[in-house]
């Protein structure tokens, strides 16, 4: 059994009233490694309930050596703006980043209270102005699922798959996954396939949805996932094995979950830890969670341990649906 440990000085990102666009919330991060430093895009809430994207950076993938003063990306599209009302969740949520070909594209959800449902939305920015902090360079951002259904926690694989991009995404209540020709989306909304699904009885028993971009190995690709539990409510984090040539296809799944609830700051409001993001540095896998929809922190293993027991613990096949 493997589970993630937790850096002992978390909360690493705590609300800050001084900077109105993180007082009321800083959590579900993403995170990128660049040029030896991780950069920690979090989810920032202001008190009116508007979140937009902050950064922080670590030089050790464990502290913060800084916070930007203002957010790296905001609301920009009718999709994701407040139109209606003056106080309620609105802006750019949960975001994950994946580099390819030069670019960072960064998925997120997408909520404006205009509407009824949330949608998945994509924009991208080339490596060097994101290195440089030249943050009007990020693209357009377009809503990429269907308007009319609740569809969130998306995540682009950093490598095309037999030639086509691979999009994981949470149609409620289970994983699904899309095969596309082109990042462009026109005419085009995510669909796609069925293929992780919630097991009743078990701590993944209500929904499931992917947590940072999985990561690729020798053996498949190696997914972070969190689920809610039917049984009592808590948001845990599992870990699974991809095929790598058809990640539609669940080699392995641990029946354990490897981080849940249980420190103060995971528990202080709700119970919950809720990644969008991880890195692999210096052999560790380190998971960057939010905790309690309040705080960022950060957890961590030896990479290779949870490799090994995701083999040990390979199971028969989960396959897709459409």
Not at 47 to 72: K, M, N, Q, R, W
Not at 178 to 198: A, K
Not at 279 to 288: C, S
Request: aromatic share 14%; with cysteine; glycine share 6%.
């Amino acid at each position: 059994m493997i589970k993630l440990k937790r850096y002992e000085r978390n909360p690493v990102l705590k609300p800050e009233p001084a900077r109105r666009f993180m007082e009321f919330a800083a959590f579900n991060p993403t995170a990128l490694l660049l040029d030896g430093k991780v950069y920690i895009l979090f989810r920032a809430q202001s008190y009116d309930l508007e979140s937009t994207i902050g950064l922080a950076v670590s030089s050790d993938g464990l502290s913060v050596d800084f916070v930007l003063d203002e957010p790296i990306y905001v609301p920009r599209e009718i999709f994701e703006k407040r139109v209606a009302y003056e106080v309620g969740p609105v802006g750019c949520e949960d975001p994950r980043a994946t580099p390819i070909d030069g670019r960072i594209y960064m998925l997120y959800t997408a909520v404006s209270d205009a509407y009824d449902y949330v949608r998945v939305a994509l924009t991208s920015i080339d490596v060097s102005s994101f290195a440089g902090g030249r943050w009007s360079k990020w693209s357009k951002p377009i809503a990429i699922s269907p308007p009319g259904v609740w569809d969130k926690n998306a995540a682009l694989l950093p490598k095309r798959v037999r030639g086509k991009y691979v999009i994981f995404h949470r149609f409620f209540p289970n994983i699904w996954v899309d095969f596309v020709e082109s990042l462009d989306f026109e005419g085009y909304w995510l669909r796609g396939l069925e293929f992780f699904r919630v097991r009743p009885g078990m701590w993944d028993s209500d929904k499931v949805g992917i947590a940072g971009v999985p990561i690729e190995v020798s053996e498949g690709w190696v997914m972070i996932y969190h689920a809610r539990s039917s049984l009592d409510g808590a948001y845990r984090l599992g870990a699974a094995l991809l095929d790598r040539e058809d990640p539609t296809s669940v080699t392995s799944r641990l029946s354990y979950p490897i981080l849940e609830p249980r420190e103060w700051y995971e528990t202080e409001e709700m119970n919950v830890v809720f990644s969008c993001g991880h890195v692999v540095l210096d052999g560790k896998l380190f998971v960057y969670y939010g905790a309690s929809d309040k705080y960022v922190a950060v957890a961590y293993a030896d990479f290779d341990e949870l490799v090994g027991e995701l083999l040990k613990n390979s199971n028969s096949r989960e396959t897709a649906s459409p």
